[in-house]
């Protein structure tokens, strides 16, 4: 495995310094070596300048969050991350990373999930390089390996989980999504190690029932709410009908046996539960014949 190193470079103004006046004091030696005619004197001197021309050729930039791999010949050298004007051995070859926090959103995938219902999701990624060397050499294109490991990730991971939590206290894509961020965050760092790339976050950005079960579901989970709403509204009308109770016998309002009880329940349930205004209806005669 390729690991990142600092690369030994000098300062480009020092050494513009050096053989920017250098190159003119040869131009000038060679000139006079020229009027003395001197062929071997001029041969020397022509070489010596193209010698620093080819020096000259060293220098490179290094702009803020971005680092320069340097390569000889095959060989690495190192990286050089420190921003401003640097020069190296002029033969050595020099590749750009950029080490700025990039994201891009993964395309809607139609997967899967857990309960194999079909599904459309799709989510954003936050990442930058850490390791220059390992996102040059241990892959081919980083930026690309970024785009399709963390749409395999985003694959895998819709179907681990279903789409709408179906029983108490189960994960699902909908109900839980700090948690299946964090959880996809994970998967694609472990894909991306190798790469030398950190993920800095990932969020799903698209989630919805595939269209052709989308009117099927939409009516399902309008069932289920309505019978959660229902629930609700049974439990608070029982425990009105036995509070009722209990006020009329302690306050000894009315006296009433069993069948006038269940009589009472009767209404109040019909009252309290109905989704509709309740008509009220006169009784002026008895619950008991004759």
Known sequence: MWREREARA??????????????????WLLFQAGKAKDGWMVLTWVLA??????????????????????????KYLGTQKA????????????RRVSLRIRNFETPKLKVNDNHGNPIEIAAVVVWQ????????????????????????????????????????GEKALRSHTGEI????????QERLEKAGVEVLESRISHLAYAPEIASAMLRRQQATAIIAARQKIVEGAVSMVEMALDQLAAKHVVELDEERKASMVSNLLVVLCSDRDAQPIVNTGTLYQG
Request: glycine share 4%; aromatic share 14%.
């Open 129 to 168: 390089v850490v390791e220059t060397a390992e996102a040059m050499f241990n892959v081919d294109d980083y930026e690309n390996f970024v785009h399709v490991q963390s749409e395999a990730a985003l694959r895998n991971l819709a179907t681990n989980y279903p789409y709408d939590q179906h029983t108490e």
């Open 83 to 94: 921003a401003g004007f640097w020069w190296m051995n002029p033969l050595a070859t020099k």
């Open 49 to 74: 300048l193209v010698a620093d021309m080819l020096l000259l050729c060293g220098f490179f930039v290094v702009n803020p969050n971005e680092a320069q791999v340097v390569l000889l010949f095959g």
């Open 181 to 188: 961020a964090a959880q996809l965050k994970v998967e694609i």
């Open 10 to 27: 000098w300062s480009g103004w020092v050494m513009l310094f050096i053989l920017l006046p250098l190159a003119f004091v040869l131009a």
